[in-house]
């Protein structure tokens, strides 16, 4: 068959079921104006679901059709993300108002499932959903909820039975620095600077990599080093922002988004000159309306301004998916597609977004950038401890009097965080920690001065500190329970791309809760298997929890 007929077969649409002409008219009128390209699949998907509550069957087909891709094709995609409600033909649609109660584990502890029961059982089923969420990143605030698009910190059922019947879903922007703030506080006056050659790009990097300053996302590496990789291959180039920190005890990107973001906005643009990035794409969890408002504002501000060209910029919003959190499979979720973590190498400094060299960094580490530039190295690097330079922002939740964002160290130790939180809650007595959210382990009170960094004593034994989310548990708390919590999270967000991690987590559940004494040996072998054949650190890091509650919490079995 030649091109001409290929061609011509291609133009009569996709295969599939008969499009229903008033959806086509609806999704038209909603598309408006803009392009049908495929990486704007997830976006577009998204205002169906803003605008009528859930993505039916007659709005697939319409969607498909409209941007010439199969309907499986967007079914599989629309399918993928939790907070798109895909109805079949012939499927009831959800109710108008959905309440996501987040069960992750810092909600679990204060109270998550008696707040859930309790508010189902207070509303009308036929006009509000009361769902499970995994981690909504507003661990500070536990038990957290959202009513619709409002988030809620510290929650009681009654408050969210009464802004459910009051209807009380919208966005709630909290107090930040804007634009013209930040500039009379002598913002982007570094980024002008680097625009003009002075500092260069070279001399840039040699200042990152003497300051040590590392990715702080969770896989802590030098970000100078990065760099240079990113710009050791050929343009043109692009660069993301990670800001899905889903890791279950994270919230500090999003505590410094509400309140500063154009220090992360300028150091990304810092970083995109420096390695000649053509464009920035920001992927924002959708966990995170507030935030995802501020941007939409801040960065229409700075094309206003002049200061980024009007598209240098893009948002994008992730649809619920934890998985998205690992680079490469954000950047598949940026194409437009189901978020599975791609095999490597070729790592994403060489081949990355639409197969261009990508430099991607999470918010926190481009927020240290401007500082880092303008006082030095050396101010940056003596504010960590000996062998672990640089300060941290440490999201710190559980059982403790002042959980939040804690300004720390590098090499501090769980102990001295606790004791800038105030202390344990009245009546509870430090018995365990996450040293690194729920894929970085469980260590007992006894091991609570080790020196929390990268590498070190915490990695002889297991542990990790990733994105830097502490979790503090109390003599009321069950180690193993803490660890089902974490395992169940694990089979939730697994893409289900490998076998190992689809089933191995669901498996690992199992085994968990089974009744009478635990198969030790097929957990192990499971966890033999699970970090040595997954694909990406979802499944390796999952066993983590669990390896320490079978070798420092036998009491606890």
Not at 30 to 50: F, K, P, S, V, Y
Not at 135 to 145: H, I, L, S
Request: charged content about 25%.
């Amino acid at each position: 068959m030649g091109p001409e007929s290929t061609r011509g077969r291609r133009d009569r649409g996709p295969k599939g079921r008969a499009i229903d002409p008033a959806a086509a008219a609806e999704l038209r009128a909603l598309l408006a104006n803009r392009e049908r390209r495929r990486d704007l699949l997830i976006e577009h998907l998204h205002l169906i679901q803003d605008r009528y509550g859930c993505i039916e069957a007659r709005h697939v087909r319409a969607l498909a059709d409209e941007m010439r891709l199969a309907q499986a094709e967007v079914y599989e995609v629309a399918s993928f993300y939790d907070h798109f409600d895909v109805v079949r033909d012939g499927e009831a649609r959800p109710a108008p108002l959905t309440i996501r109660v987040c069960e992750s584990i810092s909600c679990m502890i204060a109270g998550a499932e008696r707040l859930l029961e309790d508010v189902r059982a207070g509303v009308d089923a036929s006009q509000v959903r009361v769902v499970r969420a995994p981690c909504v990143g507003r661990c500070d605030g536990a038990p957290a909820a959202r009513v619709g698009d409002r988030e809620v910190d510290n929650a009681s059922a009654e408050q969210l039975i009464r802004l459910a019947s009051e209807g009380r879903s919208k966005v709630v922007v909290p107090n930040y620095v804007p634009v013209d703030r930040y500039i009379e506080d002598g913002g982007y006056e570094l980024l002008s600077r680097v625009r003009s050659g002075a500092p260069n790009a070279t001399e840039i990097i040699a200042t990152l990599q003497a300051a040590g300053l590392r990715g702080l996302g969770g896989a802590g590496f030098p970000a100078g080093k990065k760099w240079e990789f990113v710009r050791s291959y050929a343009g043109p180039r692009l660069m993301t922002i990670n800001g899905d920190e889903g890791e279950p005890g994270t919230f500090k990107d999003r505590w410094y988004l509400e309140r500063d973001p154009h220090r992360t906005l300028e150091g990304a643009m810092i970083a995109a000159h420096a390695v000649d990035a053509e464009r920035i794409y920001f992927y924002m969890r959708d966990e995170y309306p507030a935030v995802l408002e501020i941007l939409r504002r801040e960065i229409a501000a700075l094309e206003s301004a002049g200061i980024a060209k009007p598209g240098f910029i893009e948002l994008r919003r992730g649809a619920g998916a934890y998985i998205c959190g690992e680079e490469s499979a954000m950047i598949e979720s940026i194409e437009g597609k189901r978020g599975l973590p791609r095999n490597r190498p070729p790592y994403i400094a060489e081949v990355g977004l639409f197969g261009r060299p990508t430099l991607n960094h999470n918010v926190e580490t481009l927020w240290w950038i401007r500082d880092i530039v303008q006082q030095g190295a050396d101010w940056f690097s003596k504010q960590g401890r000996e062998g672990h330079p640089g300060p941290r922002s440490w999201s710190v939740s559980g059982r403790v009097k002042k959980p939040g964002v804690v300004l720390a160290p590098a090499g501090v130790t769980v102990r001295e965080l606790i004791a800038k939180c105030g202390g344990m809650l009245d009546g509870h007595q430090f018995k365990a920690y996450l040293p690194g959210g729920a894929s970085g382990g469980i260590l007992p009170a006894s091991m609570g001065d080790i020196a929390l960094d990268f590498g070190g004593e915490l990695a002889k034994l297991g542990g990790f500190v990733g994105s830097h989310a502490i979790v503090i548990f109390s003599n009321q708390d069950s180690a193993k329970d803490a660890v089902l919590n974490l395992l169940k999270f694990f089979r939730h967000e697994s893409c289900g791309q490998c076998t190992p991690c689809r089933e191995g987590t669901g498996k690992m559940v199992k085994l968990l809760e089974s009744e009478g004494k635990l198969d030790e040996p097929a957990i192990r072998d499971l966890e033999l298997v699970m970090r040595d054949s997954s694909i990406c650190g979802l499944g390796q890091a999952a066993p983590n929890p669990v390896n320490h509650l079978l070798t420092l919490f036998r009491e606890d079995l």
